[in-house]
């Protein structure tokens, strides 16, 4: 649902920070908490579907 959600985004348009996009996805799935969130960028970070290099995030999709 998130990485569907990312991809509907415009490439310019996606969040470019962890911060962003913590915000974004917290925006987008209302009711889940900061840690689930939290939870979801390290599962997307461990899955290679995005990336962090010198704090900006990269998508491989």
Do not use: Q, T
């Not at 917290?26 to 290679?48: A, M, Q, Y």
């Amino acid at each position: 649902m998130v990485k569907e959600s990312l991809i509907k985004i415009a490439v310019k348009n996606r969040p470019k920070k962890r911060s962003s996009l913590i915000g974004f996805l917290g925006s987008h799935n209302k009711g889940i908490s900061k840690k689930d969130i939290d939870s979801i960028v390290e599962h997307l970070l461990k899955k290679k579907i995005i990336s962090e290099e010198n704090g900006v995030i990269k998508y491989s999709f």
